[in-house]
């Protein structure tokens, strides 16, 4: 049981590239997520998932798209990179409970962008 | 749409002494409060949550307390250790309706000094 596996843990960009972060969960749950971590900002959400073909955004979804095919694999694109991107990625991902579930991390993606 | 703000940035306490983390929240519709640990290199992880029909929560030396009428919520932590140290993040959600985010404050950095 791997749990939640991102991949790459590391990745250099320069402006204006493109690039797919990857993300998949192998414990079958409905809600995945992205997350960015900036410092003094904490966990600002980017995008979520509530199941295979939905997608909705968070607080700071420009610039990034996703896309839910399975149940689970959640990838995070980024379309023309910039140093604002510069940050540590993180997905995460829950059962869906109306008492509310706790998220599962990654270990996330440090994402450099010159 | 929800704010999560969270005080103080930094913390240093002796080994043994309390530890006390505070997050207020915007929306008086959230009922779902989680509290993150994350140590260096890695992603999140939940230590406890409390629910909205719940004041408190214990589990051994961690404690959350929740005042719904002025919307904060806080982390308390007991008899600190060294290992206790690493960056704290709350979070607040609304689950049950068709909203599944989970906003998080800024983070906390806990020293435990020796």
């Known amino acids: 049981n791997a749990g939640v596996t991102q991949t790459p843990k590391f990745q250099v960009l320069k402006t204006g590239q493109s690039m797919t972060l990857q993300c998949a969960q192998d414990?079958?749950?409905?809600?995945m997520s992205w997350y960015r971590q900036d410092p003094g900002m904490g966990l600002r959400l980017i995008h979520y998932s509530v199941g295979a073909g939905i997608t909705d955004q968070g607080e700071v979804p420009n610039g990034y798209n996703v896309s839910r095919s399975t149940t689970e694999d959640f990838p995070l694109r980024l379309l023309s990179a910039a140093p604002s991107q510069t940050s540590v990625y993180f997905c995460?991902?829950?059962?869906?409970?109306?008492?509310?579930?706790?998220?599962?991390f990654g270990n996330g993606t440090r994402l450099t962008v010159t | 749409g929800e704010n999560v703000e969270q005080h103080p940035s930094t913390l240093s306490v002796q080994e043994g002494d309390s530890a006390v983390i505070k997050c207020t929240y915007s929306?008086?519709?959230?009922?779902?409060f989680p509290w993150y640990k994350q140590e260096l290199g890695k992603g999140p992880q939940l230590i406890i949550d409390i629910r909205s029909n719940v004041g408190e929560k214990k589990d051994q030396r961690i404690a959350v307390t929740l005042n719904k009428t002025a919307k904060h919520f806080s982390l308390h932590i007991t008899e600190t250790q060294p290992e206790d140290s690493a960056v704290y993040f709350c979070a607040a959600s609304r689950v049950g309706d068709s909203s599944y985010k989970l906003i998080f404050g800024s983070g906390t950095r806990l020293l435990v000094r020796p």
């Open positions: 414990m079958n749950h409905e809600y």
């Open positions: 929306d008086s519709a959230s009922n779902y």
């Open positions: 995460a991902s829950s059962y869906l409970s109306a008492g509310g579930s706790p998220l599962h």
